[in-house]
């Protein structure tokens, strides 16, 4: 997969919908002709590929770990996303994603719908805040890691 970014902005009408379906593990079972578009995906492409095939790497993983934890457990999230298109270029979106329900109450996937979000929010909050998360990121992973090693090498020594 091409993985680069372009630094270019997509922009999608106020008036319009991104709109897709994913299955319990976050495959996609149906796009909307607005969501093929922005993503630069047929609908071949899309059609059971999981969601993280328009992750963009500056968005950090908690944002989606937050998300995950509460679909599952039944509530609607809404979220400011970064995601990037086939191309490299990028797009910002205001989304809302729910779990479907099947008649057993059981929970059979989920839908998430996205507007334009406002860009005074978007570069006051969510630009500064995703770069703040993304640095405790970068210096956490390192440390955990060492730790880890640590461990694995001397966890004998380490019992109280
Ligand atoms: C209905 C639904 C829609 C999603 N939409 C997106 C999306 O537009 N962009 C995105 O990066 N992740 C989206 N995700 C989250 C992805 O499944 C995935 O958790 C995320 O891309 C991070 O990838 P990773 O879990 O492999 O680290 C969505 C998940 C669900 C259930």
């Known amino acids: 997969m091409n993985t680069t970014l372009t630094g270019r902005e997509r922009h999608f009408g106020a008036d319009e919908v991104i ?4 299955d319990l593990k976050g495959r ?3 796009a909307n002709r607005v969501f093929l578009n922005i993503a630069g995906l047929t609908l071949k492409q ?3 590929a999981p969601h993280s095939l328009i ?3 500056h968005m950090p993983r908690c944002v989606f770990k937050l998300l995950w934890t509460r ?3 039944g ?3 809404f979220a400011y996303v970064l995601n990037r298109a086939m191309n490299g270029d990028h797009y910002w979106v205001l989304a809302h994603v729910t779990p479907s329900y099947g008649a ?3 929970i059979t996937g989920f839908h998430s719908n996205r507007r334009v979000p406002k860009k005074a929010t978007v570069d006051s909050v969510f630009v500064p805040l995703y770069a703040e998360l993304r640095a405790i990121y970068a210096d956490l992973w390192p440390k955990m890691a060492e730790w880890n090693t640590r461990l694995v090498e001397f966890a004998d020594g380490e019992h109280a």
């Open 55 to 57: 992750r963009h790497p």
């Open 19 to 22: 709109v897709s379906k994913t």
């Open 104 to 106: 057993d109450g059981r």
């Open 46 to 48: 899309a059609i059971g």
């Open 28 to 30: 996609i079972t149906y």
């Open 71 to 73: 679909i599952e457990a």
């Open 75 to 77: 509530h609607e999230v």
